[in-house]
């Protein structure tokens, strides 16, 4: 089999990384200049199989955490413990626990608004970041949460759905596996517009019925991968996650001085083609905000959860460009 079809055994490389009273667990592998590969939601480290072993062959040292909230780290009972810098300082956490001075920065979805922000909250330590689905977003003129109300008024979002404290946590909690397979599962190339209803009038039902439910899993995902999901969110529950989302409003405050802040380091973007993500944040929003941007690579066909859809693809353009701007000694 091939890399990609064996994965990678995460278990035996994972170890334990504490930080402000927060024990992350980390996938820690490999020998050679510093990679961080940063999850998005609803997601675990266990997202990254696919590109472990390749970036070890490579020459590369990957950490990749479950961040906190999520799988095997801990899940701080505060909401103001998930706000960005908490999560970008985890990640320095990471670097200083292993004698780093800078890494690659790669973020997916959630992880990807956290790599940028890493960028521009503390530039030093950041050698190159790869984003994921998620391009940078410049600093919104208002309070996201605000824009969002007044943007979608009555109808449905969400993002402002995900904000009351234990709404969304208790309605994935009740079917996580129906939760999984349809957020894993139907947000592919072969999901239409009209089936993901993320924007549609407000009703009763929540979220989950507004995600597409998929006739059978994608060639991507086996049901042992789909049922590793199902098992981690049984155990662990939603709410760490959520309480990122709650944190936006803050993140929007605790960055101010930044405002007007560009990426200046070399960086690299790439996404799905049929990322429904893509239509609210397109890749152009980042001209004139990511000036050494080496590359957009959006993979034709592939829909939100690209390293794990397209491995291959993904792998190829990630190690090129880190061959480019973070050379193996």
Excluded: C
Excluded at 12 to 29: E, F, K, N, P, Q
Excluded at 154 to 180: C, K
Aim: proline fraction near 8%; charged fraction near 20%; glycine fraction near 10%.
């Amino acid at each position: 089999m091939s890399l990609t079809e064996q994965g990678f055994d995460l278990d035996a490389h994972r170890r334990t990384v504490s930080v402000g009273g927060v024990d992350l667990s980390v996938v820690d592998a490999g020998e050679g200049p510093v990679v961080v590969l940063a999850h998005g939601f609803p997601e675990l480290a266990y997202s990254w199989r696919h590109q472990i072993q390749p970036l070890i062959d490579a020459g590369y040292r990957v950490l990749v955490p479950d961040q906190r909230g999520y799988g095997r780290s801990s899940r701080p009972t505060e909401l103001t413990d998930y706000d960005i810098v908490h999560l970008t300082g985890d990640l320095l956490a990471l670097l200083d626990d292993v004698g780093a001075e800078q890494a690659v920065f790669v973020g997916h979805d959630w992880g990807s608004m956290v790599v940028w922000q890493q960028a521009l909250l503390n530039p030093d330590r950041v050698a190159a970041v790869v984003g994921m689905s998620v391009p940078f977003v410049p600093r919104s003129p208002m309070p996201p949460l605000e824009m969002m109300r007044n943007i979608f008024g009555e109808n449905f979002f969400y993002i402002v759905y995900f904000q009351e404290p234990g709404v969304a946590d208790a309605e994935f909690a009740a079917d996580t596996p129906t939760m999984l397979r349809r957020m894993l599962g139907g947000l592919t190339a072969d999901a239409t517009p009209a089936e993901i209803d993320m924007f549609g009038p407000r009703a009763d039902g929540g979220f989950i019925p507004r995600l597409p439910d998929p006739k059978t899993l994608p060639d991507w995902l086996s049901q042992a991968e789909l049922d590793h999901y199902v098992d981690e969110f049984t155990r662990t529950g939603f709410t760490g996650g959520i309480n990122w989302y709650r944190n936006m409003d803050r993140n929007w405050e605790l960055t101010a001085d930044h405002a007007d802040a560009k990426v200046t380091m070399p960086a690299l973007f790439i996404a799905g083609s049929a990322d429904p993500v893509i239509m609210m944040s397109p890749p152009g929003v980042m001209d004139g905000w990511v000036p050494d941007l080496r590359g957009t690579v959006m993979v034709e066909g592939a829909g939100h959860w690209v390293q794990q859809e397209r491995p291959d693809e993904v792998n190829a353009a990630l190690i090129d460009f880190l061959r480019d701007v973070h050379p193996r000694t």
